[in-house]
């Protein structure tokens, strides 16, 4: 049987190409976290001293090319292969599709550029306002101009999915979305309706101001926006791994998915919960009253709701894939899991430290317990496990399953790829711990170095210099884990085609069917527009007050441009 | 990577993820004994605390 | 739908988790008493700091028997006033406001956290039972100088205190 590179060519040009920007930025991102793990512990720092900017450059680079353009290339890849294979059916129009493609990597180019303009004095540019930008902070004009080409670009992929599934809709009269595409589909939703508040910042705020067309802002309300925005983007880096989780790791166990139904409920959840929380980064801010944090944090503690389903149930999938291979007891079936298959063991891994990552994100969502660790170490030790665990680790996993189907080649040094994931696992075992404990006695993040000359730090047990050390030996860990996950795919893509009439050659791209599948739902749970409607109104009720009240501040008054370029700051 | 090795195939109505209810029992242990250690942390041990 | 017996338990389960969390979090708000920063410091406009009867003349002032306020300017990159000395056992409200970008005032290894966000004022009241001295930092990146932004709060002792305030007259 033909695989996915053999029926669609043109899809798979473009799943191989989107991998591969996403995996350029991967590597690049995690250069610049090693050289952030050896500057703050104060191993090696070769990029300049306390009065260069450079770490902050560094931090930039490696915020928003892991977060935004690894995950979001990647997502754009999974989500075109998930459509067409499930759909069986080609993206409808060619050249919309060169037009995101397109647009979304010319987007990258222009902000990686405005990032890495910081590096060199001789250059009239620079971005270093982390991945939250900030006002009054602001970036060369490029940095958004590029993030704004990007995510349109990214709207335009998501139009290009739904049309494909309304084509597909006009010849299947009646029946269900079938389910990777539902999940598509409402991750869009959830991203149409996120987006709105980052793009309401950058156009209005933040360009008319770097362009000097205002002279001020209010920063509380373009935070404000930001985070709008801010929370729903880690559920859209998480739902690609959902889809991963639901739909290929059962059948990698040796087992089906336990139930579609509640796998739809959890992704209209997301649809629902992940835009009104945004205010749940915000729990220290002044100017925002205390009954609408508390109103977000409700929101906030409801959205656990879907990804604790979601561990029954992906847990009970795999669970039936033990049981299919013969394990038996309370824990003894895990051990008859594939643990040698990377793809396997790599979301398996990734899985367990997301729950791991689920504790340090129940605590930053406890509005005042979250008053300890806000802005600490600890917060990179909880999204090292989420996005730099549960997502990455995820992602490579995945590519192992899916890169002989896009390249119609075997994958290549398997020894590599299987010791890959658990390089991977150990290493952020001992980086985010010690990140985790760091923060626990008011080591701070997002700081080019944090010893201090007026007092000492007091950890409840162990050492800074242990800690340090722990977070250096991780990041190496990582950093070599990355790399060998980057071998594995150079390796394989350089190999040499398997026919296309296969035999014993055959690769495997199957997924079986769910053991409950959608005819035990209701239908209504396909009714996108309703549950679209009610996505917006739950926004407007948790949104329209603090807004008004942030806004009625004055929208363009409150600071005035302050430029991150090195000449006005040594002025 | 076809590396499955299916013993018997288990339909859905005989199936029950016991182990899953065992592992995610143990998880929501561990979620409560955690946030309350976090919370004495937090509230109950001396030092300078915030009240408003 | 449906639903396996041990999911339907599991889904009791997530949900008594999540009640216990919101109730443990609104149990400290309303029983112990612990508020968030929110918008009850008001407002000032960045251009108006340096002329504010308060934020002019950053200071610590004592307003009642145990009570002392602090008003503060978070600058690039110190803090002011600095050191804060105040003596144990008294309840300190912070004032806080930033006159070019956003930073953090956490004094380390406390909960004692807020974020100080140019036009607000971000008030928090702060008991210091115990004499000692507290290292504070700026927690949120500010521009290159911020890993130098760090400060103090010194409690004195009661008799250290009074001798102090009497080597004052």
Same mark, same amino acid.
């Given at each position: 049987?033909?695989?996915?590179?053999?029926?669609?060519?043109?899809?798979?040009?473009?799943?191989?190409?989107?991998?591969?920007?996403? !995996?350029?930025?991967?590597?690049?991102?995690?250069?610049?976290?090693?050289?952030?793990?050896?500057?703050?512990?104060?191993?090696?720092?070769?990029?300049?001293?306390?009065?260069?900017?450079?770490?902050?450059?560094?931090?930039?680079?490696?915020?928003?090319?892991?977060?935004?353009?690894?995950?979001?290339?990647?997502?754009?890849?999974?989500?075109?292969?998930?459509?067409?294979?499930?759909?069986?059916?080609?993206?409808?129009?060619?050249?919309?599709?060169?037009?995101?493609?397109?647009?979304?990597?010319?987007?990258?180019?222009?902000?990686?550029?405005?990032?890495?303009?910081?590096?060199?004095?001789?250059?009239?540019?620079?971005?270093?306002?982390?991945?939250?930008?900030?006002?009054?902070?602001?970036?060369?004009?490029?940095?958004?101009?590029?993030?704004?080409?990007?995510?349109?670009?990214?709207?335009?992929?998501?139009?290009?999915?739904?049309?494909?599934?309304?084509?597909?809709?006009?010849?299947?009269?009646?029946?269900?979305?079938?389910?990777?595409?539902?999940?598509?589909?409402?991750?869009?939703?959830?991203?149409?309706?996120?987006?709105?508040?980052?793009?309401?910042?950058?156009?209005?705020?933040?360009?008319?101001?770097?362009?000097?067309?205002?002279?001020?802002?209010?920063?509380?309300?373009?935070?404000?926006?930001?985070?709008?925005?801010?929370?729903?983007?880690?559920?859209?880096?998480?739902?690609?791994?959902?889809?991963?989780?639901?739909?290929?790791?059962?059948?990698?166990?040796?087992?089906?998915?336990?139930?579609?139904?509640?796998?739809?409920?959890?992704?209209?959840?997301?649809?629902?919960?992940?835009?009104?929380?945004?205010?749940?980064?915000?729990?220290?801010?002044?100017?925002?009253?205390?009954?609408?944090?508390?109103?977000?944090?409700?929101?906030?503690?409801?959205?656990?709701?879907?990804?604790?389903?979601?561990?029954?149930?992906?847990?009970?999938?795999?669970?039936?894939?033990?049981?299919?291979?013969?394990?038996?007891?309370?824990?003894?079936?895990?051990?008859?899991?594939?643990?040698?298959?990377?793809?396997?063991?790599?979301?398996?891994?990734?899985?367990?430290?997301?729950?791991?990552?689920?504790?340090?994100?129940?605590?930053?969502?406890?509005?005042?317990?979250?008053?300890?660790?806000?802005?600490?170490?600890?917060?990179?030790?909880?999204?090292?496990?989420?996005?730099?665990?549960?997502?990455?680790?995820?992602?490579?996993?995945?590519?192992?399953?899916?890169?002989?189907?896009?390249?119609?080649?075997?994958?290549?040094?398997?020894?590599?790829?299987?010791?890959?994931?658990?390089?991977?696992?150990?290493?952020?075992? !001992?980086?985010?711990?010690?990140?985790?404990?760091?923060?626990?006695?008011?080591?701070?993040?997002?700081?080019?170095?944090?010893?201090?000359?007026?007092?000492?730090?007091?950890?409840?047990?162990?050492?800074?210099?242990?800690?340090?050390?722990?977070?250096?030996?991780?990041?190496?860990?990582?950093?070599?884990?990355?790399?060998?996950?980057?071998?594995?795919?150079?390796?394989?893509?350089?190999?040499?085609?398997?026919?296309?009439?296969?035999?014993?050659?055959?690769?495997?791209?199957?997924?079986?069917?769910?053991?409950?599948?959608?005819?035990?739902?209701?239908?209504?749970?396909?009714?996108?527009?309703?549950?679209?409607?009610?996505?917006?109104?739950?926004?407007?009720?948790?949104?329209?007050?603090?807004?008004?009240?942030?806004?009625?501040?004055?929208?363009?008054?409150?600071?005035?441009?302050?430029?991150?370029?090195?000449?006005?700051?040594?002025? | 990577?076809?590396?499955?090795?299916?013993?018997?195939?288990?339909?859905?109505?005989?199936?029950?993820?016991?182990?899953?209810?065992?592992?995610?029992?143990?998880?929501?242990?561990?979620?409560?004994?955690?946030?309350?250690?976090?919370?004495?942390?937090?509230?109950?041990?001396?030092?300078?605390?915030?009240?408003? | 739908? *449906?639903?396996?017996?041990?999911?339907?338990?599991?889904?009791?389960?997530?949900?008594?988790?999540?009640?216990?969390?919101?109730?443990?979090?609104?149990?400290?708000?309303?029983?112990?008493?612990?508020?968030?920063?929110?918008?009850?410091?008001?407002?000032?406009?960045?251009?108006?700091?340096?002329? %504010?009867?308060?934020?002019?003349?950053?200071?610590?002032?004592?307003?009642?028997?145990?009570?002392?306020?602090?008003?503060?300017?978070?600058?690039?990159?110190?803090?002011?006033?600095?050191?804060? *000395?105040?003596?144990?056992?008294?309840?300190?409200?912070?004032?806080?406001?930033? %006159?070019?970008?956003?930073?953090?005032?956490?004094?380390?290894?406390?909960?004692?956290?807020?974020?100080?966000?140019?036009?607000?004022?971000?008030?928090?009241?702060?008991?210091?039972?115990?004499?000692?001295?507290?290292?504070?930092?700026?927690? *949120?990146?500010?521009?290159?100088?911020?890993? %130098?932004?760090?400060?103090?709060?010194?409690?004195?002792?009661?008799?250290?205190?009074?001798?102090?305030?009497?080597?004052?007259?």
């Amino acid at each position: 049987m033909a695989t996915f590179i053999d029926r669609y060519p043109f899809e798979a040009k473009v799943v191989r190409y989107t991998f591969a920007v996403s !995996f350029l930025f991967l590597a690049l991102g995690a250069i610049g976290g090693m050289i952030q793990a050896l500057h703050r512990t104060g191993y090696l720092r070769f990029i300049g001293d306390i009065t260069d900017g450079s770490y902050y450059t560094v931090l930039t680079s490696h915020g928003v090319f892991l977060v935004i353009f690894f995950t979001v290339f990647f997502l754009v890849g999974i989500f075109t292969w998930a459509v067409t294979k499930e759909l069986d059916r080609e993206l409808g129009n060619p050249r919309l599709t060169k037009y995101w493609v397109t647009s979304m990597t010319v987007g990258a180019i222009l902000t990686s550029v405005a990032i890495i303009g910081g590096f060199s004095d001789s250059v009239p540019m620079s971005a270093d306002v982390l991945f939250t930008f900030y006002a009054p902070m602001g970036a060369h004009v490029l940095f958004y101009l590029g993030l704004t080409i990007f995510i349109t670009g990214s709207w335009v992929a998501g139009y290009d999915w739904f049309k494909t599934w309304w084509d597909w809709k006009k010849e299947n009269e009646g029946k269900r979305i079938p389910l990777m595409t539902f999940m598509v589909l409402t991750t869009m939703l959830m991203w149409y309706l996120g987006t709105i508040g980052v793009a309401v910042e950058v156009l209005f705020f933040l360009i008319p101001f770097s362009l000097g067309l205002v002279s001020e802002v209010n920063p509380l309300l373009t935070r404000t926006l930001f985070w709008f925005f801010g929370h729903m983007v880690v559920y859209f880096w998480l739902m690609p791994v959902y889809l991963l989780w639901y739909n290929v790791l059962p059948k990698l166990a040796g087992g089906r998915l336990f139930s579609d139904p509640l796998a739809r409920v959890v992704f209209i959840l997301f649809l629902l919960l992940s835009v009104p929380v945004g205010i749940h980064h915000q729990y220290v801010d002044p100017g925002i009253p205390e009954g609408f944090k508390f109103m977000m944090m409700t929101n906030t503690m409801f959205l656990l709701l879907p990804s604790l389903l979601t561990a029954f149930t992906v847990v009970a999938s795999i669970e039936h894939g033990a049981r299919q291979r013969g394990g038996t007891g309370y824990f003894g079936w895990l051990r008859t899991l594939p643990w040698g298959n990377p793809a396997f063991s790599g979301m398996a891994l990734a899985g367990l430290m997301f729950a791991a990552g689920g504790f340090s994100g129940m605590i930053n969502a406890g509005m005042n317990i979250n008053y300890l660790v806000h802005n600490t170490f600890w917060v990179p030790g909880h999204f090292h496990l989420t996005v730099g665990t549960a997502v990455a680790l995820t992602f490579m996993a995945g590519t192992y399953w899916l890169l002989p189907q896009i390249t119609g080649k075997r994958l290549a040094a398997k020894k590599a790829a299987a010791v890959q994931p658990f390089l991977w696992f150990v290493g952020m075992t !001992f980086m985010s711990n010690a990140m985790h404990r760091a923060g626990l006695f008011g080591m701070p993040r997002r700081t080019s170095e944090p010893q201090y000359e007026g007092f000492d730090y007091e950890p409840a047990f162990g050492t800074v210099a242990e800690i340090d050390a722990q977070v250096v030996g991780g990041g190496i860990l990582l950093t070599l884990s990355t790399f060998l996950f980057l071998y594995v795919v150079v390796r394989t893509w350089m190999g040499t085609r398997v026919s296309a009439d296969g035999g014993d050659e055959i690769i495997d791209d199957e997924i079986p069917p769910a053991l409950s599948g959608p005819e035990d739902s209701p239908r209504v749970l396909d009714n996108l527009k309703l549950w679209t409607a009610i996505a917006i109104l739950l926004v407007i009720l948790a949104y329209a007050l603090p807004i008004a009240h942030i806004a009625s501040q004055g929208l363009y008054e409150g600071s005035e441009y302050f430029p991150m370029l090195l000449e006005v700051l040594t002025a | 990577m076809g590396t499955e090795s299916r013993e018997r195939r288990i339909d859905h109505d005989e199936f029950d993820p016991i182990g899953t209810l065992a592992l995610i029992g143990l998880y929501f242990v561990i979620l409560v004994v955690m946030w309350v250690l976090m919370w004495q942390v937090e509230f109950l041990d001396g030092g300078p605390t915030v009240v408003g | 739908m *449906e639903i396996h017996k041990y999911e339907k338990a599991w889904l009791v389960g997530a949900l008594v988790l999540i009640v216990f969390f919101i109730s443990t979090v609104a149990y400290v708000t309303a029983v112990t008493g612990v508020d968030m920063v929110d918008e009850s410091g008001g407002t000032i406009h960045p251009d108006d700091v340096s002329d %504010d009867e308060r934020f002019g003349d950053p200071r610590v002032e004592q307003v009642g028997e145990n009570e002392f306020e602090v008003y503060m300017v978070a600058l690039q990159f110190i803090f002011r006033p600095d050191p804060v *000395e105040v003596p144990e056992g008294s309840e300190v409200t912070f004032y806080i406001t930033s %006159d070019n970008v956003v930073h953090g005032y956490q004094i380390v290894g406390t909960n004692v956290n807020t974020m100080v966000i140019p036009g607000q004022i971000a008030e928090i009241t702060v008991e210091f039972d115990e004499a000692g001295e507290y290292g504070v930092l700026c927690n *949120e990146y500010c521009g290159i100088g911020h890993a %130098d932004m760090e400060g103090k709060v010194i409690v004195h002792p009661e008799d250290e205190w009074e001798e102090m305030q009497g080597g004052d007259d």
